[in-house]
């Protein structure tokens, strides 16, 4: 008979997945709290999403990376490079602005291929590879750039990271597109959980009461919505929110839908096993580095595009916060263990302790301590949480 799980059960079930939701909100309801409200302003909340989309791009894959068993130190540098050769193109030799965008990404996805091919096929490890990509990479940088900042790009390349969708469907004072969308998002977001839950029960797995599931849905659309509101209120829809909740979607299906998802936390969680059971392992391993490769210039065409240019300096310190996005939000340090969802709103929590820290005017010096602490407790929670259920 299936199960019905009891409000115990489902606070404890999943902890390291279901505690980094409640440590958001508590977050956001402090800084909220500290800043009179300011942090939830229209006008904030417009900034977090164009200010942190870039890392929040780093993190999707970085954390298949992490789930995979590695780490790439190399993100920030190709993110450089990437926008570096766009600003060339585009500012320099006068070329069209979507030329500029499919060679960063074809930049990052080459970037990709050199790191895979040392990783998977020579065997060298990703913190060594990666670790001699952030050099290679950011000298590379230098060159391209000749060691100067180039800029401005055309209005149609910059309005890739701050344009918006305003005024599609008119609307009275705020944008209606906006929120179409965002309610067609809640209703497809609806029906995937009750289709969830039907599986669930048709295979006997355990439930949680009906009551409880219709009020976490309802707590949902509610968050969500009054997020797309203020939103309408300000100045619609971000071209960079469409591009985030796209790559979310098509990656959240990767890595639980498909046979390529199954055999990344296959070999994270267990090489040998793996091996034994026929999985590819050095061509997982190369799809791993290619695909982190391929985010970082889709990442660093958006940060070109943010800061209005390039600079030989940009992307410094990416990769670590695309790092403490992914532990935050629930990866495990040895591997096999993570979501896309979880490491968004890891990268979530890093955006919303600075822009809340930077509009309490703490220095630049305590946040990195602050960041540091979250990073390391993060951790060591991970660490706590698989002795406990290890002590079992």
């Not at 909100?25 to 417009?46: C, E, K, M, R, Y």
């Not at 200010?51 to 999707?60: E, K, N």
């Not at 040392?118 to 590879?129: D, S």
């Amino acid at each position: 008979m299936t199960g019905i799980a009891n409000v115990r059960e489902l606070m404890t079930r999943n902890l390291r997945q279901s505690g980094i939701f409640v440590a958001f909100i508590a977050i956001v309801a402090l800084f909220a709290i500290l800043t009179d409200g300011v942090l939830l302003s229209p006008t904030n909340l417009t900034n977090i999403v164009l200010q942190y989309s870039y890392i929040l791009v780093l993190a999707i894959g970085m954390v298949i990376v992490i789930i995979g068993g590695h780490i790439d130190l190399s993100v920030g540098s190709v993110a450089a490079l990437a926008g570096a050769v766009s600003a060339v193109l585009v500012i320099k030799e006068g070329m069209p602005w979507w030329v500029g965008v499919i060679a960063g990404i074809l930049v990052g996805v080459l970037a990709g291929a050199w790191q895979g091919f040392w990783v998977a096929f020579v065997g060298i490890p990703a913190f060594i590879t990666t670790l001699a990509g952030m050099l290679l990479f950011r000298g590379l940088t230098f060159r391209v750039l000749d060691n100067i900042s180039l800029s401005p790009f055309p209005s149609e390349y910059s309005k890739i990271a701050t344009g918006f969708q305003n005024g599609l469907l008119g609307g009275d004072g705020f944008d209606v597109f906006t929120l179409v969308v965002f309610g067609v998002a809640v209703a497809a977001y609806f029906v995937q959980q009750f289709r969830a839950r039907k599986a669930a029960i048709a295979y006997k797995q355990t439930v949680g009461a009906f009551p409880l599931f219709l009020l976490k849905l309802i707590a949902v659309a509610a968050v969500v919505m009054w997020f797309a509101w203020q939103l309408a209120n300000y100045r619609g829809l971000p071209n960079v929110l469409i591009i985030l909740a796209i790559l979310i979607i098509v990656y959240t299906i990767v890595t639980t839908r498909t046979v390529f998802g199954r055999h990344v936390y296959a070999i994270g969680g267990n090489l040998t096993a793996a091996t034994l059971s026929g999985v590819k392992v050095k061509w997982v391993n190369f799809g791993i580095m290619l695909n982190m490769g391929l985010l970082a210039g889709v990442a660093g065409v958006i940060f070109s595009s943010r800061t209005n240019g390039a600079q030989p300096a940009a992307g410094n310190l990416f990769e670590l916060d695309a790092i403490a996005a992914s532990f935050i939000g629930g990866a495990a340090v040895t591997g096999g263990v993570g979501r896309v969802t979880g490491a968004i709103v890891g990268g979530l929590i890093m955006a919303v302790m600075s822009n809340g820290m930077q509009l309490m005017g703490v220095e630049q010096s305590i946040q990195q301590v602050v960041k540091g602490l979250v990073l390391l407790l993060a951790v060591a929670f991970d660490v706590w949480n698989k002795k406990r259920a290890g002590g079992r």
